[in-house]
């Protein structure tokens, strides 16, 4: 298992996750509509590295650097790091974002991801990191809470239309 920059080696692994993953995870911002795959393929790539240096951002949104988690030259999984955050990232979604493809997810693939993530973000001199996850997704909430965050905080906030318990976790 692996971290590696989004390439054409896995494109089409990627493809068939997102095909397998979409409509099956709380938010699709991390991962690409399959159905518009003729649309993306072409520019994926160069989409990433724009977003990783700020340019022709839609508005609200942070620079943030993409890699793929691969495992036996498969795709798994996509982390998404933040550079910096604006105020809505800092109250819920925070510095990293991951997906696991749905066939993927409940095992030690989530964990690997985050505790590289952690790493890459301190390095880049990210200090605190600030993980996010709602409250009714055990699998996420009870992965953080084998880590060694600094602080936890708990708050009640409007998402996806609806009053939801929330935790953040600094490390």
């Not at 993530?117 to 709602?134: E, G, R």
């Not at 936890?152 to 239309?161: Q, T």
Request: proline content about 3%; hydrophobic content about 35%; some cysteine.
């Amino acid at each position: 298992m692996e971290v590696v920059e989004p390439n054409k080696d896995y494109l089409y692994s990627y493809y068939e996750a997102c095909k397998e993953t979409w409509g099956n995870c709380h938010d699709n911002y991390i991962i690409h509509d399959p159905e518009k795959f003729s649309e993306w393929k072409e520019h994926i790539f160069q989409d990433y590295k724009k977003q990783e240096k700020g340019i022709d951002l839609p508005e609200n949104y942070v620079p943030s650097a993409t890699y793929w988690l691969v495992s036996n030259n498969e795709y798994i999984g996509t982390i998404n790091l933040r550079l910096k955050l604006n105020q809505q990232l800092a109250i819920y979604g925070g510095h990293i974002g991951i997906v696991i493809r749905t066939s993927k997810r409940g095992g030690i693939y989530a964990r690997h991801a985050i505790n590289w993530a952690i790493a890459k973000a301190k390095s880049l001199n990210i200090n605190p990191v600030l993980l996010t996850c709602q409250a009714s997704n055990t699998l996420s909430h009870k992965g953080l809470e084998f880590l060694h965050y600094v602080k936890k905080e708990e708050d009640i906030i409007e998402l996806y239309g609806k009053k939801q318990l929330i935790y953040r976790y600094y490390f």
